[in-house]
């Protein structure tokens, strides 16, 4: 199938598109170390979480891997941990990144983003591009398709990476915003959700080179994961909980 233009009334071809794409192996990995080389984030994790995560995989659980938000440089910083963290090395170009579809404009981008897992999410604030249609269809039904097309790609075995706070936390970096709950919909919607873990990331970008914020060398802590299946009325809670956790240890190193 043909790479369908990425426009929220052509929605419908764009998730049939992904939910039956498949980057190539070899380029998809190198496109992870390139993006480990050039972030070099400085990863915390423990041995004991080192150690269930290849336990988990090994075992065939799909991971969810959900970060908190605070700057654009967020969705390659979680892909260098696929090249820099020896446990999540397996999911490389086996994982999906909701992501914001004005980056599909440009084509060049566009195929080295698709190579790299982005799963393109339609927003109310694109109003202001042109080049996408908010008149049609409702909103409702795009965060509908994005859930179930996430649902399905779980359920046919890739993971996933979400920023489950929504969008950008430009106002309170430090402090994890109440999550959103487009992720228990996609977790309602994977078969067996006994199957299916989740991994709280916290990131700072707090690396300072001549008086400017440096994108490179973030401050990452991936914390314990958490283990389906999940009790619908907590989860948020107790994730946002985590984040937070890792978020605090990020900022402090």
Same mark, same amino acid.
């Given at each position: 199938?043909?790479?369908?233009?990425?426009?929220?009334?052509?929605?419908?071809?764009?998730?049939? @598109?992904?939910?039956?794409?498949?980057?190539?192996?070899?380029?998809?990995?190198?496109?992870?170390?390139?993006?480990?080389?050039?972030?070099?984030?400085?990863?915390?994790?423990?041995?004991?979480?080192?150690?269930?995560?290849?336990?988990?995989?090994?075992?065939?659980?799909?991971?969810?891997?959900?970060?908190?938000?605070?700057?654009?440089?967020?969705?390659?910083?979680?892909?260098?941990?696929?090249?820099?963290?020896?446990?999540?090395?397996?999911?490389?170009?086996?994982? @999906?990144?909701?992501?914001?579809?004005?980056?599909?404009?440009?084509?060049?981008?566009?195929?080295?983003? +698709?190579?790299?897992?982005?799963?393109?999410? @339609?927003?109310?604030?694109?109003?202001?591009?042109?080049?996408?249609?908010?008149?049609?269809?409702?909103?409702? +039904?795009?965060?509908?398709?994005?859930?179930?097309?996430?649902?399905?790609?779980?359920?046919?075995?890739?993971?996933?990476?979400?920023?489950?706070?929504?969008?950008?936390?430009?106002?309170?970096?430090?402090?994890?915003?109440?999550?959103?709950?487009?992720?228990?919909?996609?977790?309602?919607?994977?078969?067996?959700?006994?199957?299916?873990?989740?991994?709280? $990331?916290?990131?700072?970008?707090?690396? $300072?080179?001549?008086?400017?914020?440096?994108?490179?060398?973030?401050?990452?802590? $991936?914390?314990?994961?958490?283990?389906?299946? @999940?009790?619908?009325?907590?989860?948020?809670?107790?994730?946002?909980?985590?984040?937070?956790?890792?978020?605090?240890?990020?900022?402090?190193?």
């Amino acid at each position: 199938m043909a790479r369908p233009e990425v426009k929220r009334n052509n929605y419908q071809d764009v998730y049939n @598109f992904y939910c039956g794409y498949n980057p190539n192996q070899i380029i998809a990995k190198f496109g992870y170390w390139i993006l480990g080389a050039v972030m070099q984030p400085r990863i915390n994790i423990s041995k004991q979480a080192s150690f269930a995560i290849e336990d988990r995989i090994r075992n065939g659980s799909r991971l969810i891997l959900a970060a908190n938000h605070t700057s654009e440089w967020d969705i390659p910083s979680i892909a260098a941990l696929a090249d820099k963290v020896e446990a999540l090395r397996p999911i490389r170009a086996k994982t @999906f990144i909701p992501s914001k579809s004005s980056l599909s404009k440009n084509l060049i981008l566009r195929h080295a983003i +698709d190579t790299m897992g982005q799963l393109p999410t @339609f927003r109310v604030k694109d109003k202001s591009d042109k080049a996408i249609d908010i008149t049609e269809p409702k909103s409702e +039904d795009l965060k509908r398709a994005l859930i179930e097309t996430s649902s399905f790609l779980i359920n046919i075995g890739k993971n996933m990476a979400i920023f489950p706070e929504g969008e950008r936390n430009k106002n309170q970096p430090d402090e994890v915003q109440p999550l959103k709950d487009g992720l228990l919909g996609i977790i309602e919607g994977v078969y067996k959700s006994t199957d299916l873990t989740i991994l709280p $990331i916290g990131i700072n970008h707090n690396s $300072i080179s001549n008086g400017r914020l440096n994108f490179r060398n973030p401050s990452i802590v $991936i914390g314990q994961p958490m283990d389906g299946p @999940f009790v619908t009325n907590y989860l948020l809670d107790d994730l946002r909980s985590e984040l937070q956790t890792c978020v605090d240890v990020a900022i402090a190193t």
